[in-house]
């Protein structure tokens, strides 16, 4: 069980919910947001009421999950040091990800990554390993791929954010990929993300068609109890009845995780629809409800993408979208941009040397 507390909970009365919890196993743990006590006991017994019902509490969370590093560790902002001095998510816009679906010539990648960049787009994104649902469909370039989103990546100083789906890939992209992404069909590889957990860079996670957001969860923890707390949690649509779209935009998790913990998270709206027409609405309102950026396919010629074509926009799209999130975003965070300087002094981040 995990309860909620109003950060400004009278002393008095945070002694008294304390107090019913003499016989249990918990934590309490300070955020920055609110107070937060994580019953590691089974308490299953105990009624909601009890606490739901006493003043200062504003929340009563049942999970039989346990999640005390992602409590206690994460951090309100992953930083990219090296030579980009990037952050997601930024203080006064969100974080663009934009890139083709797949890599397909050095040529490609690199007129794309320009264009990108002219737009003010802050991570690139390309696959060179791709997982597809049928063995016959285009599965990447492999390493030759990588190196030609390097090349792409040295001329524009955007970093790469790429897939993996192996330990093996793993060791093949650690000196090109910035960010390493866990696709929808590899959240559930356990093995692989403890590996990931075991490296300092950080983890972009997508979180699987089928999973909860609890299931999500704790496929984050497994990179946390190796040691990674550099991550980055993505919506990206899960599956449901309907069959108008590719898959249904789960918008009420990223409000959800917003909430309740302190990690940045991006939406995918193009995997999230599988329409093109529906990316841009969809792009607003995921920064409506909060999330830290946006992840999408983009194409200089969707129509002639080797994968995706259907969800993929053009240059002349984003640049539309990335204008309209950003008058949203600074509207929904005016606060905080009217103080960014005392922001930059007081927020956590992470450091990637």
Not at 40 to 63: C, L, Q, W
Not at 269 to 297: F, N, R, W, Y
Not at 315 to 341: C, D, F, K, M, P
């Amino acid at each position: 069980m995990i309860i909620l507390l109003n950060k400004h909970i009278p002393q008095s009365s945070f002694e008294k919910i304390i107090d019913k919890l003499q016989n249990f196993d918990y934590e309490v743990i300070n955020s920055t947001v609110q107070k937060i006590i994580f019953i590691n006991s089974e308490i299953d017994t105990y009624p909601d009421h009890i606490f739901s019902a006493m003043p200062g509490v504003e929340k009563i969370i049942r999970t039989k999950i346990r999640l005390p590093k992602i409590l206690k560790d994460s951090k309100s902002a992953v930083e990219i040091k090296n030579y980009h001095n990037l952050s997601i998510p930024h203080d006064l816009k969100p974080t663009i990800i934009a890139g083709p679906c797949a890599i397909e010539s050095e040529e490609q990648i690199v007129n794309l990554a320009l264009k990108l960049k002219s737009l003010g787009v802050n991570f690139l994104r390309g696959g060179a390993f791709k997982p597809r649902t049928s063995p016959y469909d285009f599965q990447g370039l492999g390493i030759t791929g990588l190196k030609y989103i390097k090349t792409a990546s040295v001329k524009t100083n955007l970093p790469i954010v790429s897939e993996i789906m192996s330990t093996q890939q793993l060791e093949l992209g650690y000196d090109y990929i910035d960010i390493f992404q866990v696709g929808a069909r590899n959240m559930y590889n356990y093995e692989l993300l403890k590996e990931l957990g075991r490296q300092k860079k950080p983890v972009l996670l997508k979180r699987s068609f089928s999973a909860t957001i609890d299931e999500f969860l704790q496929s984050a923890e497994y990179l946390y109890a190796n040691g990674n707390n550099n991550v980055i949690l993505c919506e990206r649509g899960i599956r449901s009845f309907e069959t108008q779209t590719r898959n249904t935009l789960d918008l009420n998790c990223v409000a959800y995780l917003k909430n309740n913990f302190k990690l940045p998270v991006i939406v995918d709206p193009s995997h999230g629809t599988g329409l093109s027409s529906l990316v841009k609405p969809m792009s607003q309102a995921a920064i409506a409800c909060g999330a830290d950026g946006l992840i999408i396919e983009v194409h200089e010629t969707p129509q002639s993408s080797v994968s995706d074509s259907n969800q993929a926009i053009n240059i002349s799209q984003l640049e539309e979208i990335i204008s309209i999130v950003n008058t949203i975003y600074s509207v929904i965070h005016a606060e905080r941009i009217g103080n960014n300087s005392v922001m930059n002094t007081t927020s956590q981040t992470v450091t990637i040397k």
